[in-house]
């Protein structure tokens, strides 16, 4: 294959080496197994990557086992490994605009948005955890021994990092999440073999390009390509890996919790989600319309927060579903290098089946379509930004995860059926609220079972805010403080004090 590619608005896109990142060297499969990779807005193959078997996995376990126990990495400084982090940011913020092009080549989603929202998360959350790592404390116990025999007791407990941790990536935000698993793991004194989604890989190596400038130590972070059937059950059943960190779908996650199960890992999942915009009469419509439409359709609806569940008041139901529409079919689809364009393709040819087959379900039973509910008659994955009225919530559409630029509107008719409604779904990830009473706007807040409930605005992230889901869209919290506790686990030190001439 070739190592550039031309695309338009700037300089041709460099394809790195679709090798494995182990011990600080990069190594082709042990195999010989490649797997393709295509452009999603042309279909085009590009690339190929390293299809790392077990033996591939071991080797870059065993690296990272062997750096965790080395005596340099338990003595460094918790300072200095902010400073790789620091040091890694700015790699990246130097070469920012190549590896955007490189996203938008590979997932298709627009450079504007590679370079201004996955870029910009990439270094801030790099930078954030940096700052973490010389933050840890334990504590200090006054004890009440069970038995008192007059001796003199003190106890203190220091957090120790887990381990050997598994990164395992989805494909929507790939060097986000890379760096997602990453940094919390070196701060926070682990080392890392990480496994991007095989849909989307060639910004996570690139970026084990910069992790080696960077001078972390080899084995620190390894980077392991390949399927999930086979490299990633290899990483998630390896003895030596002590966590796991999965972004992905409900029933992989449910799959890698039963296998941590065996062997007592600790895992962070955050799976899928089927989040509900509730819009309420009360609200500002100038806002709440275009929130709703943010809401579902960035990144083509592939964000596992997406609001694709619309609730609105029957009162003006008509007025915002008729706004969300519209706002939808003004929306340019396009190849990501284009100026022009506001929306990219899906990421494969198997994920727009997926999407076209859930929308026709839907109007199979009985809802409207407003907005789109077709593919672009265009090469690429391209699915149009589609608003289906009339929903239901038994339709198999107001169940399932679409993860598309899809998204069914529903009437209330009493606010007491809001709770209800917004609950009525095996996932708890996201939700948002969109009204100008403050009252309703937090007894909605603290009625629905979600991880994250958004009020007048939707999506918003930051690294210091915890993100997680509740239910079938995970466990535990990734982001701010909660990442200690995902990363590190407590251990208890107790002794008593011999020295009679001082009492």
């Not at 039963?258 to 609200?283: C, F, H, N, W, Y």
């Not at 958004?454 to 993100?467: K, Q, R, S, Y």
Request: proline share 5%.
């Amino acid at each position: 294959m070739k190592n550039t590619i031309e695309r338009e608005g700037g300089a041709p896109v460099r394809i790195p080496e679709g090798r494995l990142l182990i011990d600080g060297q990069w190594r082709p499969a042990s195999s010989g197994e490649t797997i393709p990779v295509f452009d999603p807005a042309t279909e085009e193959r590009i690339a190929t990557i390293a299809a790392a078997s077990a033996a591939d996995v071991d080797r870059a376990v065993q690296a990272a086992q062997r750096t965790f126990e080395s005596r340099p990495w338990q003595k460094m400084r918790p300072l200095d490994r902010g400073r790789l982090l620091e040091k890694l940011a700015l790699l990246i913020e130097r070469d920012a605009e190549e590896i955007a092009r490189l996203e938008t080549l590979d997932s298709g989603k627009p450079y504007f948005v590679t370079r201004n929202v996955d870029l910009k998360f990439s270094v801030d959350a790099l930078r954030y955890y940096g700052g973490w790592s010389s933050k840890i404390a334990g504590e200090y116990l006054a004890l009440s021994p069970f038995f008192d025999d007059g001796g003199t007791y003190r106890a203190y407990t220091e957090r120790r990092p887990l381990g050997v941790v598994a990164g395992i990536t989805p494909w929507n935000f790939p060097i986000g999440q890379a760096i997602q698993k990453i940094a919390p793991a070196i701060a926070f004194g682990c080392t890392i073999v990480l496994k991007p989604s095989e849909e989307a890989s060639l910004t996570t190596l690139r970026l084990g390009e910069l992790i080696l400038e960077a001078g972390i130590p080899e084995g620190a972070i390894n980077i392991v390509t390949g399927y999930g059937a086979a490299t990633g059950q290899a990483l998630v059943e390896h003895p030596l890996v002590r966590k796991i960190a999965f972004t992905g779908s409900t029933a992989t996650g449910q799959r890698i919790l039963a296998s941590a199960a065996a062997q007592m890992k600790r895992v962070t999942l955050e799976l899928g989600g089927k989040s509900p915009t509730i819009i309420l009469a009360d609200a500002d419509l100038d806002k709440a319309i275009p929130g709703a439409a943010n809401a579902i359709f960035p990144n083509s609806g592939q964000v596992c927060t997406a609001g694709s569940r619309l609730f609105v008041e029957e009162a003006i139901f008509d007025e915002v579903v008729r706004g969300v529409a519209a706002i939808a079919g003004e929306l340019r689809l396009g190849n990501g290098f284009s100026a022009e364009t506001q929306l990219g393709p899906l990421i494969s040819a198997r994920q727009i089946e997926r999407v076209s087959g859930l929308v026709e379900s839907g109007i199979a039973e009985g809802a409207e379509p407003l907005a789109g509910a077709s593919r672009e008659e265009r090469q690429g994955y391209f699915y149009r930004p589609t608003v289906l009225k009339n929903g239901r919530p038994d339709m198999r559409i107001a169940r399932e995860e679409v993860f598309g630029p899809v998204v069914l509107a529903m009437s209330i008719r009493d606010l007491r059926q809001i709770k209800a409604l917004a609950n009525d779904t095996v996932y708890g990830l996201g939700a948002s609220v969109w009204t100008r009473d403050v009252n309703k706007a937090h007894l909605l807040a603290s009625q629905i079972d979600a991880g994250t409930v958004w009020i007048n605005t939707h999506n918003i992230l930051d690294t210091a805010v915890p993100f997680g889901g509740n239910k079938l869209s995970g466990l535990g919290r990734e982001f701010g403080s909660e990442a200690i506790n995902a990363y590190t686990e407590t251990r208890a030190v107790c002794m008593r004090l011999e020295a009679p001439e001082l009492e």
